[in-house]
């Protein structure tokens, strides 16, 4: 093995679920990262060489400590992994942060968290900046897709009147506690109660509502959200589950923003096994003269969506976006612009450009 | 007229062509801004009021001043819209800073200019340190769609193994130079000549392969350019010029860089009155159920395409992008950007988000 410069960013990685131990694979492969710790409270990896845990064929040289004091590396970053809510991280960003570690956390609550926890992110805000430290939270969706691109395509236009995103995950292929999530084979009526007990659905949609209207200058007096079951129109079998015709495949979770002008805003989430008609094919006419000769094919998968009404008017379609690989990529690849900004809570609109 | 807050940018807009009349305009309207100068060597605006010679309804109370030591309006930046050319725009840069001004410009070969003119940037660089101000060169294209845009989108990619961008531009609603500059209505005889003279074509292909390569750590061992015209099939008509079958429609442009691996990056540039045959239709079908009830209707023109081969693969279709518009937008959107970002030569990847 190569040994790393001395210049590489050593991140101890905060939970070891799927989405971490992707991220500590990735921080492994990426040059420029040196992977010298992991935290988990899993009692099955807990002692075990983190090598191992994660999948690779040999071992790292670190185990699994059950807490983050454990830990006995130096390092510069936590990649953070491990709940969605600031009631479950809040405790943990706060450790991180009183040990000296710059934090990228894929938490969708921490990822505009102004307006929806303030009280909150004031806390982190201040810990931060008193320990000199810098916290973001990032991802695909939130973090990207619904709120970072569009901001970035607004960079274009001379006037926004209105933004629609629509997200299409084909759930097809991803984990089995993702298909859990947006109700695969579940009946309609157990889909409702998980819903009303609040158990289910994406997290993020008002962090990015509120990224997108506190950047543009926008006021938004009302919100709406709304989740309803994607029916299976035929039977469904995928690695995880078996869903007969009538019974849940999926949801659509639909976020809108209104400003004093009316609707400003829609996000839609569309998680499901099997897309509806709505996801109908969208393919270019076969190109007679192809612009690059050598041009690879195209991504498989449903197309996600970005418009914005304006001057001018602009659609986006993008094929490819691969939620697990997506926000493994840009957690990691976030984590140099975060070592350098400014200590705080930063979201993803005060970074500089993040690349692969 | 409600008159503005003193904490407004002050800008001197520096050429008024095209472009820069339609800077001024955008920066009269959106909030935030105050146009409190102008500069043009063009003796038929030098000594009119700003307002008359942009377009306005009325009189803004500056005169156009031929020489930008002739302004006398405090300003805090200089929007610049004169030049493609270092050999022709570095003076004026340089007179800029030593006035004290940031300075934001559409000039191509300032996009990213470290590689294809290390010796001006550098000195423009040293000389913005020096004075404590920012100097940004950006637009649409170079600026944003084949270079920052792309880039963004591998914020979402564990590995890039190769970039395809294909602009196309409907050069049918543009300005009569533009339709000019591509050639509209030459013989292929008459086209190829200017192009060996080097008269002709697009500007900035070199600044935005190296934007992505160099930020990308690739080192491009080869760059290849082609250019051929796009030849009428039909009789073509505009406002500014009338093409016969056989006569050039407008300009398809290639950029070719090379790794050690082999082909890299593709930036293909299609501008013509006529888009051919490999622009065919790229349509969705018709939803039969919207996402978005109330989702406006799309954009018309061409799409431009980013393909990212990696992982994951990506591809990315844009309508709607008018190369003027959003040139005029992305230019003047940048200038807080710029207000905030450390002095030097900076290009569009060290800011944080840019938006309208």
Redesign the interface.
Known sequence: MVSKLSTNIRVIQYGLGPIGRAMAR?MV??PGFDLVGAVDVDPAKVGSDIGRVIGLGGSLGHVVCERLAHVTSEADVVAHATSSHFHVFREQIVEMLEAGFDVVSTAEELSFPWLAHPREAAEVDALAKRVGRTVLGTG?NPG??MD??P??L???????D?I?V?RRVDASARRGPFQAKIGSGLTVEEFDGRMAAGRMGHVGLPESMDMIAD??GRTLIRREYQVEPVVASRPIKTDHVEVQPGRVAGL?Q?ARGYTDDG?FL?L?M?ASLEQ???A?????????????P??????SGP?DTI?I??????????????GD??T???A???IPGVRAAPAGLVT?????????
Chains 1, 2 share one sequence.
């Open positions: 990735y492969e990426k695909i990207f897709i970072y691109l901001l970035c607004t960079a274009i236009c001379q006037r926004v209105r629609d629509v950047t543009l659509r639909v609707e829609t839609t569309v509806g008609d709505d109908a094919p969208f393919e270019p006419a076969a190109p007679s003269e192809p612009a690059a050598s041009e690879p094919a195209a991504p197309w418009r009404t304006g001057e001018p008017d602009l659609e986006v379609r993008l094929k490819g976006v691969h690989i997506a493994v990529a840009i990691v690849n976030a993803m609109r005060d970074l500089s450009i993040v690349t692969v």
